[in-house]
């Protein structure tokens, strides 16, 4: 689960550091989108066991994509007002403009950082 939420950070904000308080706020922006994005509308699917192929390798099966939101619901745990809470938000969402959104934050993230990395370079005098 680590190692997951690690590439979705490293994807979403890159491998750069930010320590000002426009980067701090910039990202603060960025992650309850990108997790919208990621818990509603990106399919994964999950491994439900193995079996041998014919030629004795291990071969992992996996179950039907589903997003996150739709394996919780799925698990019936979820109360009500939750649930309708989720169908409310899922129709309040548009994925072309929350992925816009979110390019628009990580453009301006790379601006930021790459003006510091010009800075500190030995080429920029």
């Not at 426009?22 to 603060?28: A, G, K, P, Q, V």
């Not at 079996?51 to 004795?56: A, D, E, Q």
């Given at each position: 689960m680590e190692q997951k939420n690690g590439a979705v950070v490293r994807r979403s904000a890159f491998?750069?550091?930010y320590d000002?308080?426009?980067?701090?706020?910039?990202?603060?922006?960025?992650?309850?989108?990108?997790?919208?994005?990621?818990?509603?509308?990106l399919p994964t699917k999950k491994v439900t066991g193995y079996?041998?192929?014919?030629?004795?390798k291990t071969v992992r099966s996996y179950d039907d994509p589903r997003t996150p939101a739709q394996r919780i619901k799925d698990t019936g745990i979820m109360l009500e007002p939750q649930g309708q809470h989720i169908k409310d938000l899922y129709a309040s969402l548009d994925l072309a403009?929350?992925?816009?959104?979110?390019n628009e934050i990580q453009q301006?993230?790379?601006r930021l950082a790459a003006a510091k990395t010009y800075s500190q370079s030995p080429h920029a005098a």
């Open positions: 491998n750069y550091r000002t308080d426009t980067e701090l706020r910039l990202l603060n922006e960025l992650w309850p989108l990108v997790n919208l994005r990621k818990n509603l509308f079996h041998l192929s014919s030629k004795g403009g929350l992925t816009n959104r979110i301006r993230l790379i």
